[in-house]
């Protein structure tokens, strides 16, 4: 993730993208992505690889249970929460190539935005195929 907004940010010089919020509900995926700022950051005792700061801000927690940083020019914030509730312009939820609903997130979204959802997906297999 982190490597894919530095290269869009690096790509699209003049981009009016300013913001990516990654909400994560789980612990593991909360620890995980705190684990990998802490590389980026070159954090020692970090385990992975160290790019240190380069392109990559100071991690800073504006408010408690968030972690945030500037990759390019895009900043990049994490936060543990329920994806649901969060005023956004766009969703983004990993699925497979039949844009399978069954994982805990896709059913999250589908209980929230009601059946469009799924009825969106099927058409989009029946028209394009998986």
Do not use: H
């Not at 950051?41 to 240190?52: F, R």
């Amino acid at each position: 993730v982190y490597d894919e907004i530095m290269s869009f940010s690096q790509s699209n010089p003049g981009t009016t993208l300013k913001d990516v919020r990654i909400i994560v509900f789980d612990q593991p995926t909360v620890q995980a992505f705190e684990a990998e700022l802490k590389v980026r950051q070159g954090v020692p005792g970090a385990s992975g690889t160290a790019t240190g700061s380069g392109p990559y801000s100071a991690v800073t927690t504006p408010q408690r249970g968030q972690q945030q940083m500037t990759i390019g020019g895009v900043t990049l914030q994490i936060q543990g929460g329920d994806l649901t509730t969060e005023n956004v312009d766009c969703i983004v939820n990993p699925t497979s190539k039949d844009l399978d609903l069954s994982g805990p997130m896709a059913k999250a979204i589908c209980q929230k935005a009601g059946p469009s959802v799924a009825g969106e997906c099927q058409q989009y297999i029946t028209k394009n195929g998986k």
